[in-house]
């Protein structure tokens, strides 16, 4: 994960903040919990699902 802020005084008390977080910055595969129901042994501990993949959330805010 990573996070940039950048703020910009428009004047005295006033100001903008621009933000861009990244999850998953690098898009690595990250697996999900391998299957734990011991009863079907075809299927125990393999792994199924894998976790999401990279994600950017952008922010503007006014900061007063």
Do not use: H
């Not at 910009?8 to 977080?21: H, K, N, T, V």
């Not at 990250?30 to 199924?48: C, K, Q, V």
């Amino acid at each position: 994960d990573a996070a940039v802020e950048r703020r910009f005084s428009l004047r005295e008390g006033l100001s903008i903040s621009f933000e861009a977080e990244a999850f998953n910055l690098f898009n690595r595969t990250n697996f999900d919990l391998p299957e734990r129901i011991a009863d079907d042994s075809a299927t125990f501990g393999r792994i199924f699902s894998a976790k999401a993949p990279r994600q950017i959330q952008l922010a503007l805010r006014l900061l007063f």
